[in-house]
DNA sequence: CGACGTGTTGATCTCTCTCAATTAGAGTGG
DNA sequence: CCACTCTAATTGAGAGAGATCAACACGTCG
């Protein structure tokens, strides 16, 4: 319907998407098949699927996620406005992971061979994706090391740092007002690798502390120093300690 | 020195390398600088380095890991004779993984460019890497699951399987004498996220319940069944339940 | 108004961690 | 051949972080 083209893309101005020439814009926009938009809180990929297509998330939010017979939940990763979706469906040996929304959200829909005319025709684009999964794949890396790494208080520490960095860089004013942050305390714990109720009593310790703040579905950080202490996480560039015992 | 030329390459044969023209492998072939040899237990690539070639790793174990500052390790994935290695280090904000040797090893190297060369010569091949990369995701994918959800007992029983059908996969036999297991269990603690005590204290009662048998670094499945049941996987295809609550 | 989803808090319970000590093998040097 | 050292595996005991169980508060909605 009132479907916007490439071209127009509101996420082209995003540093990501810098750099991409009009024939490259054009390429995607032939492939793209329709756009589709989920209220929050439903689903676009079931878990096992293994026929979907392949999505870009234009706006809102969504995670992935895989289950346990039992219900017993893990959220692999959360995705923001720019990421891709379904690249690791593709001849799964193991099944696949599901994906929910968390806000209203709306996807751009592509073709499953579109993977390939993309990198048929051109190159660069191709670059471009195994370079996003890969970057993909580093965020599951991240999450691995804090779910099995560190303790409760450190692994919220590092999701909040995390995800506000992400979420500030998608507007213009790099999050001095809070960034949107529609996780409910179950999302964070299915994150992490917690019980609800810890989470909870964590969350609530890290704000009666005063370094956060979550309000309205909106993440204010009010110690990043303390937060980054305690996620053992410097910026850019490690530290050159190795480790000292 | 001695090295192997890509068209003789020992683990062309393998069905995942099945499918290669002659032009493809040699534009490998092109690419490709040299080889390198370690021992067991040294490292490859140090967590933090950011300017390491590409690999694939020819022949022997390895392993991706990342560690925080007080010295914990989280191992993010185990690597078999085939598999890539530094796609995801190129242009870390956050800090990459280091690479060690579990055994003897023989890698391939490659220019750090070549991932562009290959993209730009062979869309085929540029295809290919992006479907390795995912894939690969999709290991850490489960291990998340495992660490994020899984019981200790239940983590054991779902690496035993997935390592064991990876080092299968590579052996004519299929593993019914068993598949080599180089793993101490200490790497099985810190892939797991488990301690060393508990780790061992886990193995010992699958092992005395009869499910598995590891002596001199090879392992044995005694109770695929047993073990695929406590993982809570089904070879392929996950059953038709849902959450059942 | 009752039902429901989300957040909050207190009280146990238990799985897993930490600490400590021992055994077994491999390698080294005298 | 035998101390000596190192690494990996093993086992017991006690401690603790986080899970589970149970209530309750609050806002939204049909």
Same mark, same amino acid.
């Given at each position: ?6 071209s ?10 810098q750099g991409h020439t009009p024939e490259e814009t054009a390429l995607v ?49 959360? +995705? &923001?406005?720019?990421? @891709? ?7 799964? /040996? %193991?099944?696949?992971? #599901? *994906? ?22 051109s190159?660069t684009m ?32 590092? +999701? &909040?740092?995390?995800? @506000? ?7 213009? /004013? %790099?999050?001095?007002? #809070? *960034? ?66």
């Amino acid at each position: 319907m009132d479907e916007t083209p490439c071209s127009a893309c509101p996420l082209r101005p995003l540093p990501l998407f810098q750099g991409h020439t009009p024939e490259e814009t054009a390429l995607v926009q032939s492939l793209k098949r329709r756009e589709v938009t989920l209220p929050a809180n439903e689903t676009l990929i079931h878990e096992g699927q293994t026929d979907a297509p392949l999505y870009t998330l234009r706006e809102g939010w969504a995670f992935r996620y895989k289950t346990l017979s039992d219900g017993r939940r893990q959220i692999l990763s959360f +995705l &923001l406005a720019g990421d @891709f979706i379904g690249v690791q469906q593709k001849m799964a /040996d %193991a099944a696949a992971h #599901g *994906v929910d929304t968390l806000t209203d959200a709306r996807f751009c829909v592509f073709q499953r061979d579109s993977l390939w005319e993309l990198h048929r025709q051109s190159p660069t684009m191709g670059f471009n994706i195994t370079w996003l999964t890969a970057h993909e794949e580093s965020l599951v890396d991240d999450t691995l090391l804090s779910v099995g790494r560190r303790s409760a208080e450190e692994r919220i520490a590092t +999701l &909040l740092i995390l995800l @506000f960095k992400r979420a500030a860089a998608l507007q213009p /004013d %790099a999050g001095v007002g #809070g *960034v949107p942050f529609p996780l409910t305390q179950q999302h964070i714990a299915d994150g992490l690798g917690l019980s609800l109720v810890h989470t909870n009593k964590t969350l609530r310790k890290l704000e009666r502390r005063g370094l956060h703040h979550i309000a309205d579905a909106r993440l204010f950080m009010r110690d990043v120093r303390a937060l980054a202490r305690l996620a053992d996480l410097w910026g850019d560039g490690r530290p050159p300690q190795r480790p000292l015992i």
